[in-house]
């Protein structure tokens, strides 16, 4: 036979291609890899973005004037402005700039005008006490808009002479609440189409302002040195609320929905709503907004809580009622007279003495910042400051509440509990074993223990949320014994087995087979627990443990959530932790029991600090899917978004968060963009955990990496 030895550095052409384009293959995946999750962190960013983009505005053409009396109201709608002037004549005017609409006189002047929160009615009184109503009216599409009377185009009597102030609210379908002051009375009329006007006189001192809320139940009076609010419920007029003020308010005014009053003075602009207390519903100051100073206008939104200052110089300053301080500014120029918001707030329209100007603005959310999305935030009528998420409201849809708090809180909350429920189980199941457990129990156990994670979350949290939640409510007190339980028979075990009869411990003293001892004895303690305690409670206080908890007690909630997050994280723990373990080289645990020590100090000494590295990345990984778990906290809590709960109340998570509003959010819309900052939280979040973890197990590596190149 003749020897044929092929060359160390021998290889035929095909085994090198193949080589080469295997090693190019695996180069591109993971640089694929890496450009993918690139690619989703920059598209996350390019959808948040634009909520906190700097708002914009873009002047019109200037002009020419449109009267030579200076306006007493002015409004803009459906792409025209409209205006009435001090002696009672109206006139529409398109935006674009071309001939505006013939005027019409609708009172005779002077006036003063008031007009409803959304501008769509105005009061215009005459000196001798008389009065009209008159509308925009912008129904007819492809014509131009008219004036409506609807109580009639005659004019009405107020029933005296001499008011100075007016107030207008719509307080129904075609019914309106006007209040006249000649600053020392005050007197409301009762308007509505096709019925007698009603009227009422108040004796209320001093008057400098009027304002109406929008829907006519609260009547605002300053003076000098006091803030009276009155409570208007039909016919019946109370005096609600008597407040001193520091210095005398220049201007008042309402943000959208009426529930928030802006009061000007030389201290700045604060802003006050309505408190619940013990003493009943009282208005309080809330918040000084920083940088507002009181200028010659004071201009708020329609449709939502933003208004703006205009000084003399045409300075512009834009506040929002979520933010402390101005968001914007911009120079408009000197010598406005007059401004009034677009509706939506997407423009500005300015009048001059030599000419009106049209400011488009691109300022879609202007309350969202990344201050008030971390920060507590004193939202309207509650009681204190609060992270709270409320994505929409009843009444009011644009007073959602975005605050991330709640689910960073849930998310950790619930992450941690799991991982408190599944790492010692998991642990001590892994160190068991790949140490202690006999090689043909360990065949079957470590197979079945890898197939336990092979479970869909969905059917554990479908199974936590029918099952085990209400199994739990009927059984907390044994719940909450079990741990206790389960550690004392364990601790006990070990010097019991020394007093066994010697056939019995005969039958345990082989490596691995105290384990069947030990199942029997802990489903025994397991069972006694889960059935005497409920039984007690009842047998004492008539009724389970979780009905009579102080802080109350909801069927889904925190605890149910960890128990089957734990449930899961345990297989996923177990198999890394114990991979790690069982590849410890042989070689170093035979050389501690060589040397006298014993089983547990070969582990706790030799065994895991060689292992440490994998256990922490398996801990890591672990944490890592506690957190992006989805299904199970969201059918196994009660997906309540507050901070404050304990372990008995529910939670929301970021993940959870985003399964449960993002089919409903609009998009394009603050909702739909905060939700996927939500994701991009939770990405980076992710990302930084891993990128300690990794640090972490490397640094663990090093330091234990010399027993690892031995045996």
């Known amino acids: 036979m003749i020897d044929n030895h092929i060359p160390v550095n021998y290889s035929n052409r095909t085994r090198r291609y193949v080589d080469r384009l295997t090693a190019r293959a695996i180069a591109a995946c993971g640089v694929s890899v890496l450009l993918v999750m690139m690619l989703l962190f920059v598209w996350l960013l390019w959808v948040v973005m634009p909520l906190f983009a700097t708002p914009s505005m873009q002047a019109g053409s200037l002009q020419p004037a449109l009267s030579a009396q200076p306006a007493v109201a002015l409004g803009v709608n459906q792409g025209w402005g409209w205006r009435i002037d001090s002696q009672g004549e109206g006139r529409f005017f398109p935006l674009n700039g071309i001939a505006p609409e013939p005027p019409l006189q609708l009172a005779r002047g002077p006036v003063i005008a008031a007009a409803t929160a959304d501008n769509s009615s105005l009061l215009l009184l005459q000196p001798n006490g008389n009065f009209r109503l008159v509308q925009p009216d912008f129904s007819a599409a492809d014509e131009a808009p008219r004036w409506k009377f609807p109580l009639g185009d005659g004019a009405f009597d107020s029933g005296s002479q001499g008011f100075t102030l007016a107030a207008l609210a719509a307080s129904g379908a075609q019914k309106w609440l006007a209040a006249l002051s000649d600053g020392q009375h005050i007197r409301l009329l009762h308007l509505a189409a096709g019925e007698t006007m009603q009227s009422d006189t108040l004796a209320s001192g001093p008057v400098k302002q009027?304002?109406?809320?929008?829907?006519?139940?609260?009547?605002?009076?300053?003076s000098e040195h006091s803030l009276r609010v009155w409570q208007i419920q039909g016919q019946q007029v109370t005096l609600r609320d008597t407040l001193p003020l520091a210095h005398p308010p220049r201007q008042m005014a309402l943000l959208s929905g009426?529930?928030?009053?802006?009061?000007?003075?030389?201290?700045?602009?604060?802003?006050?709503?309505?408190?619940?207390?013990?003493?009943?519903?009282?208005?309080?100051?809330?918040?000084?907004f920083n940088g507002a100073r009181a200028e010659p206008l004071l201009i708020t939104e329609p449709q939502r809580?933003?208004?703006?200052?205009l000084s003399a110089a045409g300075e512009l300053q834009m506040f929002a009622s979520k933010r402390e301080g101005a968001f914007y500014h911009h120079a408009l120029g000197a010598g406005v007279q007059r401004a009034q918001f677009a509706p939506s707030g997407d423009g500005l329209l300015l009048e001059r003495g030599d000419g009106w100007q049209y400011w488009r603005i691109d300022n879609p959310w202007p309350d969202i910042s990344l201050r008030n999305l971390w920060q507590q935030v004193w939202y309207e009528n509650y009681p204190q400051p609060d992270w709270v998420w409320q994505s929409t409201a009843v009444d009011d849809p644009y007073q959602a509440k975005f605050s991330l708090v709640p689910m960073v809180t849930g998310t950790l909350k619930a992450a941690a509990l799991a991982m408190l429920f599944a790492t010692p189980l998991a642990l001590a199941a892994a160190i068991y074993t790949a140490w202690f457990m006999s090689p043909a129990l360990r065949r079957w156990i470590k197979p079945a223990m890898e197939m336990m994670g092979a479970l869909p979350s969905v059917v554990i949290g479908l199974f936590a949320s029918l099952w085990l939640a209400p199994q739990i409510a009927a059984r907390l007190s044994g719940v909450l014994l079990l741990p206790i339980a389960l550690t004392a028979t364990l601790l006990l075990c070990g010097p019991l087995l020394k007093r066994l009869p010697s056939r019995w411990r005969t039958c345990v003293d082989a490596p691995g087979r105290e384990v069947w001892l030990l199942l029997p004895l802990l489903l025994l303690v397991s069972v006694l627990c889960l059935w005497l305690m409920p039984l007690t409670d009842i047998a004492l206080w008539g009724k389970p443990l979780a009905s009579l908890l102080p802080g109350g007690y909801e069927q889904r909630n925190l605890l149910i959530a960890a128990l089957a997050m734990g449930f899961a994280l345990v297989p996923l723990i177990f198999t890394l932790a114990e991979d790690a373990i069982f590849s410890v080289p042989?070689?170093?645990?035979?050389?501690?029991?060589?040397?006298?020590?014993?089983a547990w100090q070969t582990l706790s000494r030799v065994i895991l600090p060689s292992a440490a590295s994998g256990i922490f990345a398996a801990l890591m990984i672990g944490f890592g899917r506690a957190v992006g778990e989805t299904m199970i906290v969201l059918m196994a809590t009660g997906n309540t978004p507050v901070t404050e709960g304990g372990l008995?109340?529910?939670?929301?998570?970021?993940?959870?968060?985003?399964?449960?509003?993002?089919?409903?959010?609009?998009?394009?819309?603050?909702?739909?963009?905060?939700?996927?900052?939500?994701?991009?939280v939770l990405l980076v979040f992710t990302l930084v955990l891993n990128t300690l973890a990794e640090v972490v197990r490397q640094n663990l590596r090093r330091r234990y990496g010399q027993h690892e190149g031995q045996g």
């Open 210 to 222: 009027l304002l109406l809320a929008p829907n006519g139940k609260l009547l605002f009076a300053s």
């Open 258 to 288: 009426g529930r928030s009053l802006l009061l000007a003075d030389d201290s700045g602009i604060s802003q006050w709503f309505d408190i619940a207390s013990e003493q009943g519903v009282h208005l309080k100051r809330i918040r000084d």
């Open 305 to 309: 809580r933003v208004f703006a200052t």
């Open 586 to 598: 042989t070689a170093l645990g035979q050389g501690s029991l060589a040397l006298g020590a014993t």
């Open 648 to 680: 008995f109340h529910g939670v929301r998570t970021l993940s959870a968060n985003i399964a449960v509003e993002m089919p409903e959010a609009a998009a394009g819309s603050a909702h739909y963009r905060i939700l996927f900052l939500s994701a991009l």
